[in-house]
Antibody
Framework: QVQLQQWGAGLLKPSETLSLTCAVH????????WIWIRQTPGTGLEWIGE???????NYNPSLKSRVTISVDTSKDQVSLNVTSVTAADTALYYC??????????WGPGTLVTVSS | QSALTQPRSVSGSPGQSVTMSCTGT?????????VSWYQQHPGKVPKLIIY???KRPSGVPDRFSGSKSGSTASLTISGVQAEDEADYYC??????????FGVGTKLTVL
C-alpha cells in the first residue's frame, strides 16, 4: 500500500520561502514521477512541477522562476520550495505519484497560508 | 498556460445521464490522448476515475466513461447516483513535459 506523508510550515509571511516535503512509503520510488499540485477555491487545481528519481525536473512555466523541486532517493522523499511567496500562493499543496500520464496516489495535502 | 475550460456546475436526477466537458486547445487536449479525470468529494483528496481519455482504473464503476472530440474531452456518468455528487477535474498533457488542469465542475445530484 502506497502512502504519501507531507509536512512543512503552514503559515508564511509575504516574501518568505515555502518549503514542503513529501515522504513516500511503499511501492517503488524510482519507477515513478513525483509531482506537486496546489488547490485554491477560486482556481481549482494547478500543476506546479514534477521530478523523477534521477532529479530530472519539469516546471509550470508560470511558476518556474520561483519553484525548485528536489529529491532525496536515500529517504524516498521529494521536496518543494517556492520563493518570494505572496497571498496568491495561499493554497492546499499536494504531492502525488505519476505512473504514466495520470495521478494515482495523492498525499493528504498541506494547507499553506501567506499572510502578513 | 491557461486552465482547461469546464462548466462550473452541472446537475442531474438519480438515474439520469450527465455529461461534463473539458475544453482546451490543440496544444493540450486536442494534441494528445492523455486526458484524465478526477473526482473530489468535499474535504477529500482527488480520486482518479478516467485516464488516457477513456480508460477506467480498476474499482471505478462502469457508469463513468470518457471520450474526446477535437480539443474537447467529456466525462459521462450514466445513471448518476447520489454518491457521485462531487467536484470533477480534468487534466491534460500540454506538451514539453507540462500538464494543465481544468477549473473543475461541481456535480449536483437533484
Amino acid at each position: 500500500q502506497v502512502q504519501l506523508q507531507q509536512w512543512g510550515a503552514g503559515l508564511l509571511k509575504p516574501s518568505e520561502t515555502l518549503s514542503l516535503t513529501c515522504a513516500v512509503h511503499g511501492g517503488s520510488f524510482s519507477t515513478y514521477y513525483w509531482i506537486w499540485i496546489r488547490q485554491t477555491p477560486g482556481t481549482g487545481l494547478e500543476w506546479i512541477g514534477e521530478i523523477n528519481h534521477y532529479g530530472s525536473t519539469n516546471y509550470n512555466p508560470s511558476l518556474k522562476s520561483r519553484v525548485t523541486i528536489s529529491v532525496d532517493t536515500s529517504k524516498d522523499q521529494v521536496s518543494l520550495n517556492v520563493t518570494s511567496v505572496t497571498a496568491a500562493d495561499t493554497a492546499l499543496y499536494y504531492c502525488a505519484r505519476v505512473p504514466g500520464n495520470y495521478i494515482d496516489y495523492w498525499g493528504p495535502g498541506t494547507l499553506v497560508t501567506v499572510s502578513s | 498556460q491557461s486552465a482547461l475550460t469546464q462548466p462550473r456546475s452541472v446537475s442531474g436526477s438519480p438515474g439520469q445521464s450527465v455529461t461534463m466537458s473539458c475544453t482546451g486547445t490543440s496544444s493540450n487536449v486536442g494534441g494528445y490522448n492523455f486526458v484524465s479525470w478526477y473526482q473530489q468529494h468535499p474535504g477529500k483528496v482527488p480520486k482518479l476515475i478516467i485516464y488516457d481519455v477513456s480508460k477506467r482504473p480498476s474499482g471505478v464503476p462502469d457508469r463513468f466513461s470518457g471520450s474526446k472530440s477535437g480539443s474537447t474531452a467529456s466525462l459521462t456518468i450514466s445513471g448518476v447516483q447520489a454518491e457521485d455528487e462531487a467536484d470533477y477535474y480534468c487534466c491534460s498533457y500540454a506538451g514539453t513535459y507540462t500538464w494543465v488542469f481544468g477549473v473543475g465542475t461541481k456535480l449536483t445530484v437533484l
